[in-house]
DNA sequence: AGATTTTTTGGCAGCGCTACCAATTTCAGT
DNA sequence: ACTGAAATTGGTAGCGCTGCCAAAAAATCT
């Protein structure tokens, strides 16, 4: 293996000269730069940053722990994530907790041992554990798409709760009032609960029950979503709208209508949240929240990166009317 | 910083030992252990593995450099390669090349630097540079979700020219004569380029033509497979038959005749690629090919895990004839 | 030319851990 | 109790790099 004293030696050189030729920092004459950075050619030398790391401390290494890889959600954030990163030279490193509190734990710990600049995390519920080893790692956290709650250090997102209700008074407004909603397990995602409470709070503000509920015990999914609606319809056939609990559910619901003949939304209005490229395109653009998952993931690191101080970021979110609803 | 020095003089112990408790390996009492672990906990130690990777040669570090997290095609394979890793203490860093050979050589040398126990690449099309690093660093290199080339040290995935052949000849088989191909960027996206490849020879092979072909610059998306089906469409309006790059594309496309009232198969058989689910879930579940993503990425961890000998591993894929052809 | 400042350079002590080896303790077996 | 073997333990030399400091070289000024 080429290590930077055999770098210096074929450049006869010291080995300090190397590290601060290689790291651009201190001063060095053009000769000896030169002189190194043949040798560096030459040998084929790639820098040690295990090393690196040891022996500076910043390790340049930004951990993100995600929910799941299979909701686009996740993907968007780290997209924006890494996009950022990448320009400043950190490295992503990830895993996936199923949202399993238990499993972020664990994977918390993990990743705290390659002593990470910063944790991205989603959300606010953690387990005890979790939390103390976040706050004793002095390690910056950031926790995202979610602001209902306390957060640890740094917040980025929007409120879901806020968006439940904007969802619920928008269907209110164009008159609906036989509501229903089709979700997925809510102890899981709890994004996904709060924005159901936000929904559920501002009907009942109106004096509107929320007629029925169908909850998928797993995952969100396109199926999950076309057989919720399914059951829901199965049961209270006089329902004028249904609140999905995200959009990959919604379209589920809404090919479900499109495969049997139901008029939207002249006999039933879907709503979703997410607002995904893919329901722009449906033949009717589905009716949705439209989330900044990509800047959320962008502004995180922005954030870690900038050393910013500890605080909370709205981003905000957009009602698309869509032609569902 | 809580060191291991620290929890050996806490626990009144040896750091060697401390070591090897916390690692389980060599022997110790069962009252030593306790009492490290006691320290352990009291301390709030994390081990710092930075430095143990340092000290020990192995990273237990897996690269990923995939083209795109837009595509669910690479976050199903980061899915699968991710599950496996963890249940063997492993992690996963990643990075993101947006399909550019310039951007994978940079992004894999700034992953070479972590010294990774392998690096995952999609494909065989890399720049002379990037394989050269690859061979000099000594580390496993899996190339994924292509066997359509010569592979570096393992390869895992299937063939996209058998796979683009398949499609023309289920067409074919179908009677359809006259058939258009609705595609995205050949250059960057070279694994769609063989398909089309193969989809093309296939034809030719039986004497018939590819009547006329619609490609749109940038990335694969259901709309950019809309309006591209809508411009093929009104060169060639008498086409029986679109084969698309992917089944984002080929969802567009099925959007596009819903909305316009084309009967599908009757009037236009659309064909996709890929095998999405949600592909399953439309009123008529699309034509297309299911591709082993997820098992791509769990069989290429697996390999690299159990440090398997250089190979090439055929996944295959599976036809799903769907309602759409 | 000599003195002083500035730039460039090399040496070396860690960073926190693991691997190896030698020292110590424990445990059987006589 | 005594010996050899087995089980435990601690000491210490790195892993490859960076940061600090002092030495050397070059540049600038009397």
Not at 218 to 241: I, K, N, Q, W
Not at 274 to 283: E, S
């Amino acid at each position: 293996m080429v290590t930077l004293a055999k770098v210096a030696e074929a450049a006869g050189v010291g080995e300090s000269t190397v590290s601060r030729v290689l790291r651009n920092h201190g001063s060095f004459s053009r000769k000896t730069r030169d002189r190194v950075m043949e040798a560096v050619e030459r040998l084929g030398y790639v820098p040690n940053r295990i090393a690196g790391t040891l022996a500076s401390a910043g390790s340049r290494l930004v951990a993100l722990v995600i929910p799941s890889l299979t909701n686009i959600v996740f993907a968007d954030v780290l997209r924006g994530a890494s996009g950022i990163l990448e320009e400043s030279q950190h490295q992503a490193v990830f895993s996936v907790t199923d949202y399993d509190p238990e499993k972020e734990e664990a994977l918390v710990a993990a990743m705290l041992a390659w002593r990470p600049t910063a944790v991205m995390l989603a959300g606010f519920e953690h387990t005890e554990s979790t939390v103390k080893m976040l706050r004793a790692s002095g390690c910056r956290v950031v926790e995202l798409l979610d602001l209902d709650g306390t957060a640890l250090d740094l917040a980025v997102g929007f409120s879901n709760r806020a968006a439940g209700a904007a969802s619920a008074d928008f269907l209110l407004r164009r008159g609906y009032r036989r509501i229903g909603y089709v979700g997925h397990d809510p102890d899981r995602d709890t994004r996904a609960a709060k924005r159901f409470a936000g929904f559920r709070e501002t009907l009942g503000a109106a004096g509107v029950p929320l007629v029925d509920r169908e909850i998928h015990a797993g995952a969100s999914s396109v199926e999950s979503g076309r057989s919720g609606l399914e059951r829901l319809l199965a049961r209270t056939p006089d329902l004028d709208a249904v609140y999905f609990s995200n959009d990959d559910m919604a379209l589920g619901g809404y090919f479900h209508c499109l495969a049997h003949g139901i008029p939207i939304p002249a006999r039933l209005a879907l709503f979703g949240h997410n607002g995904l490229d893919i329901g722009r395109v449906t033949p009717q653009p589905l009716s949705t929240i439209r989330t900044p998952r990509v800047v959320t993931g962008q502004v995180a690191a922005e954030l870690v990166v900038a050393d910013a101080p500890s605080q909370v970021v709205d981003l905000g979110f957009e009602l698309i009317e869509g032609a569902t609803a």
